[in-house]
């Protein structure tokens, strides 16, 4: 991923925009985006198309990607150190990979397709060029999957889906 994110290549995240000011669920993003700063991230950002049951990250894997969720579900599994299994669903509107965004260590839970899934992804290296580029977009980015991961810490039930 060295190319340079190209801004007149830009994807259309109209479902995606939709999909985050339409969700309900406790630990939905909130849209602290303009259409015009919209526009600017669409560059920057990769779609990711998953067929039901397909994993998008294992534990323990060292990766930074944010992955936003448009339209499917994802379900987050968690294994402790007595090989005991927590779950939570993620539903569209909401963010993945939050926790690994922020920390820079491992991640911390599986988390695969429960049906058909498209996201889009912003890895580190492509968030750094942003953050370059487009200091304001990357701030309000940041603060949207910040609260999102308050939100799971701040819930227990919760606390499994912070990835």
């Known amino acids: 991923m060295n190319a340079i994110p190209n801004p007149s290549a830009q994807a259309d995240l109209t479902g995606l925009i939709q999909a985050i000011t339409q969700a309900t669920a406790d630990d939905?993003?909130?849209?602290?985006?303009?259409?015009?700063?919209?526009?600017?991230?669409?560059?920057?950002?990769?779609?990711?198309?998953?067929?039901?049951?397909q994993v998008l990250f294992a534990q323990g894997t060292v990766d930074r990607t944010l992955y936003l969720?448009?339209?499917?579900?994802?379900?987050?599994?968690?294994?402790d150190e007595k090989q005991?299994?927590?779950?939570?669903?993620?539903?569209?509107?909401s963010v993945l990979g939050?926790?690994?965004?922020?920390?820079?260590?491992?991640?911390?839970?599986t988390v695969q397709a429960g049906v058909h899934s498209k996201l889009w992804?912003?890895?580190?290296?492509?968030?750094?060029?942003?953050s370059n580029r487009q200091p304001t977009v990357a701030l309000q980015l940041t603060m949207a999957a910040g609260a999102v991961?308050?939100?799971?810490?701040?819930n227990r039930r919760r606390r499994v889906a912070a990835t």
């Open 69 to 79: 969720l448009e339209s499917g579900s994802m379900t987050v599994h968690y294994e």
């Open 28 to 53: 939905s993003m909130n849209n602290l985006l303009t259409p015009q700063q919209w526009d600017l991230l669409s560059a920057y950002l990769l779609p990711v198309n998953l067929a039901a049951g």
């Open 84 to 93: 005991r299994l927590r779950m939570a669903m993620v539903a569209p509107g």
């Open 98 to 109: 939050e926790g690994a965004f922020f920390s820079h260590r491992p991640r911390s839970a």
């Open 121 to 130: 992804a912003l890895p580190a290296l492509r968030f750094a060029e942003l």
């Open 149 to 154: 991961l308050a939100k799971r810490l701040g």
